[in-house]
Nanobody, 116 residues
């Protein structure tokens, strides 16, 4: 099992920034990558950004140029720097860990609210 602890969510004004962190512990082996997903009320969960253990990243089109994902393999931690936040970024953000076997683990979620 892999346990994920997220932090860094909150309320921010449009145009502001937040940094999310996710620390993984437990059975950390055969990890393909870590990522962030989000789910807004009434919508499906969607990929925001993903990073492989080799450092390859991919982003949702809606966040390209505004969000940056990074990882610290030594600390088993992934970060999501979110800049130029928009009201449509409001959602619960979930950390994800995927093994090479496609086994997935999820964090409990952290609320991000962008509002004036």
């Amino acid at each position: 099992q892999v346990q994920l602890v997220e932090s860094g969510g909150g309320l921010v004004q449009p145009g502001g920034s937040l940094r999310l962190s996710c620390a993984a512990s437990g059975s950390i082996f055969s990890i393909y990558g870590m990522g962030w997903y989000r789910q807004a009320p009434g919508k499906q969960r969607e990929l925001v950004a993903h990073i492989t253990t080799g450092g390859r990243t991919n982003y949702a089109d809606s966040v390209k140029g505004r969000f940056t994902i990074s990882g610290d393999n030594a600390k088993n931690t992934v970060y999501l720097q979110m800049n130029s936040l928009k009201p449509e970024d409001t959602a619960v953000y979930y950390c994800n860990v995927r093994r090479y076997s496609d086994e997935n683990y999820w964090g409990q979620g952290t609320q991000v609210t962008v509002s004036s």
